[in-house]
């Protein structure tokens, strides 16, 4: 009996010829093929080897894409050994093949041609292996008598995983059917680089989506779509599988008119459309540019964290708890807003970013890296970089005081900061875990500061060229 996402699937692919992938950032893809039929009324044996060598057998759907016929696989076998000298054996059991031996003769190294007849190959389905049987001058021997010669096979589809169909057809008719089937073997992933000039925040950013096909085989002049999204995919595959592959083959029917590669929301996931066919090749890794943006707003932002790497929040008396921090590095990030407003505003997949400057000759130089997540338009990616080589940070616990019997606590800090560039005056945010308790108040500080979180304050501060500033706040914890 057919489940429902089978039926949905099979209503839903599109009746066009030409090959079909979406592929799926997480090792799969949904596939979409024709395979010509010559059906008469009943059953049909049919052999189908233009699958790919890691197809899920258990996904394929076949129909008649017009309708016109009704077709049922009563049933399927699924052959995928891997080409052997015992498989080519296999394949001239009962046949007399050359078999050429090597021997020595005056010191020169003769070849001689021996014809025998493969009575046993020795392939054995699966892997395992038997002593081949080969009959030689009317005897039976157990080892090959030399180097196997195999003719030409005339075709090497019989060397392709192949499907054994037995179709049930309602009429007889020559057709193109439509295959659908998910496989591993397809990747793709996203990457960017962004260059910003000598100075200033402005900055261009070009993304490129890379494809990669190790699925054995090539796929001629397909229509490419490329889902981005965290989709639930079980291993090994189960009905989930048939519902993923039933709404990547509905947006397969989508008609994009579009430039290079297009975007659009479909269910819960993003789709990027290749407006044009092309070819992907196995063992091919495939780029294409998908998204340009120049003058983009992405400021640098310097971040002191003295005490990151605390994790744990609790009521704590230990003096010098959370106070031994060897952390004197500035984290440089850059931040830009992915809207129209700021020249992007297409939702961006996960994938590398790479960051450029170009020196005072004009020159592109590397200046860090590091990922993004899937980010959906209208939000905000900020990303680090590296450390800053002429920022420095110093932090150290100033006061402490605690009374056990009232149930408070008294803490104080102090921050220093330090500009060691020679012209440039940059604005530093000094992050604070205020970590000992839930209860806190802010009794005194040197400078403003920004509630972040329920255990978390901000402080920006701006610094000047070779300048030493100090950032001082006291804490009061009650309970």
Not at 5 to 26: D, G, K, M, R, V
Not at 160 to 165: E, R, S
Not at 168 to 185: C, H, L, R
Not at 464 to 475: L, W
Request: proline content about 5%.
């Amino acid at each position: 009996m057919k489940t429902i996402a089978t039926l949905l699937l099979a209503a839903a692919l599109s009746a066009t010829a030409e090959p079909a992938l979406t592929i799926y950032n997480q090792n799969f893809a949904v596939v979409r093929d024709t395979v010509p039929l010559d059906l008469k009324p009943g059953a049909n044996a049919v052999v189908y080897s233009g699958a790919t060598a890691q197809v899920e057998p258990d996904s394929v759907i076949l129909r008649d894409p017009k309708g016109k016929h009704s077709l049922q696989i009563l049933e399927q076998n699924y052959r995928n050994d891997p080409v052997s000298q015992e498989l080519l054996l296999s394949l001239f059991e009962g046949k007399t093949i050359d078999f050429e031996k090597v021997r020595m003769k005056d010191s020169t190294q003769i070849a001689e041609l021996i014809p025998g007849k493969v009575i046993r190959s020795g392939f054995v389905p699966g892997g395992a292996f038997t002593q081949p049987i080969i009959e030689v001058n009317g005897k039976l021997q157990f080892t090959l008598p030399g180097q196997p010669l195999f003719p030409d096979l005339g075709s090497d589809t019989i060397l392709k995983p192949a499907f054994d169909w037995l179709l049930q057809s309602d009429k007889s008719g020559k057709f193109d059917a439509e295959v659908g089937y998910v496989t591993a073997g397809f990747d793709w992933s996203a990457s960017y680089n962004l260059v910003s000039p000598e100075k200033g925040d402005l900055c261009d950013l070009v993304g490129w989506i890379t494809m990669n096909n190790n699925s054995s085989k090539t796929f001629e002049n397909a229509k490419i779509k490329l889902m981005a999204g965290d989709v639930n995919k079980i291993q090994p595959p189960s009905a989930r599988g048939g519902m993923v592959m039933y709404k990547a083959a509905r947006a397969m029917a989508m008609d994009e008119a579009a430039p290079a590669v297009s975007e659009k929301a479909f269910d819960e996931f993003h789709l990027y459309s290749i407006a044009r066919a092309t070819t992907l090749h196995d063992h091919e890794t495939k780029q294409v540019e998908f998204v340009h943006a120049e003058k983009m707003s992405a400021p640098t932002i310097y971040v002191y964290d003295g005490a990151q790497g605390y994790q744990f929040y609790g009521l704590n008396y230990d003096r010098s708890y959370g106070t031994q921090i060897d952390n004197n590095k500035i984290i440089v990030q850059r931040e830009f807003k992915n809207a129209e407003t700021n020249q992007l505003g297409i939702a961006l997949p996960a994938g590398k970013l790479r960051f450029y400057r170009r020196d005072a000759d004009g020159q592109l130089q590397f200046v860090g890296e590091n990922t993004i997540d899937h980010t959906p338009r209208n939000e905000t990616v900020r990303i680090t970089t590296g450390n800053a080589f002429d920022l420095v940070g110093e932090r150290k616990q100033a006061d402490f005081k605690a009374d056990r019997g009232d149930k408070w606590m008294d803490e104080t800090f102090e921050i220093k900061l330090r500009n060691r560039k020679k012209t440039d005056a940059v604005e530093i945010r000094v992050v604070e875990h205020l970590y000992r308790w839930s209860n806190w108040e802010i009794t005194a500080k040197s400078d403003e500061f920004k509630k972040k979180d329920s255990q978390t304050i901000e402080f920006l501060v701006p610094v000047k060229p070779d300048e030493e500033k100090t950032v001082t706040y006291t804490v009061h914890y009650s309970w």
